[in-house]
């Protein structure tokens, strides 16, 4: 039974950084696609970065390329994303998001099949 929990949420002003964990258990497989979510009120869910952990390959939005950063810790226990120059427009409650073994990486949240609880980013 896969489990995500997401921490490092938080409160931070414009520039600023933050860094979001976000703890895998479950998994019997070594790969699989795993990554991040956000969604602001009123606004539909929407694909922020991912990694496949088979190879290591990696996505971003347009939105967060070159301030985001996604990666993984060896033994693929924790899932981290690392948000720099950080922007009002990134304020969202963001998710970490997971598909089944084996399968590869999609932008569409329908396809991914195991959520965290959510973790809320503000910017000032």
């Known amino acids: 039974h896969v489990q995500l929990v997401e921490s490092g949420g938080g409160s931070v002003q414009a520039g600023g950084s933050l860094r979001l964990s976000c703890r895998v258990s479950g998994y019997t497989s070594s790969r699989y696609c795993i990554g991040w979510f956000r969604q602001a009120p009123v606004k539909e869910r929407e694909a922020v970065a991912f990694?496949?952990?088979?190879?290591?390959?990696?996505y971003y939005a347009d939105s967060v390329k070159g301030r985001f950063t996604i990666s993984q810790d060896n033994a693929k226990i924790t899932l981290y994303l690392q948000m720099n120059s950080l922007k009002p427009e990134d304020i969202a409650m963001y998710y970490c998001?997971?598909?089944?073994?084996?399968?590869?990486?999609?932008?569409?949240?329908?396809?991914?099949?195991?959520w965290g609880q959510g973790t809320q980013v503000t910017v000032s």
């Open positions: 990694i496949y952990t088979g190879g290591g390959s990696t």
């Open positions: 998001a997971s598909r089944g073994s084996g399968a590869y990486c999609s932008s569409r949240a329908a396809e991914f099949g195991y």
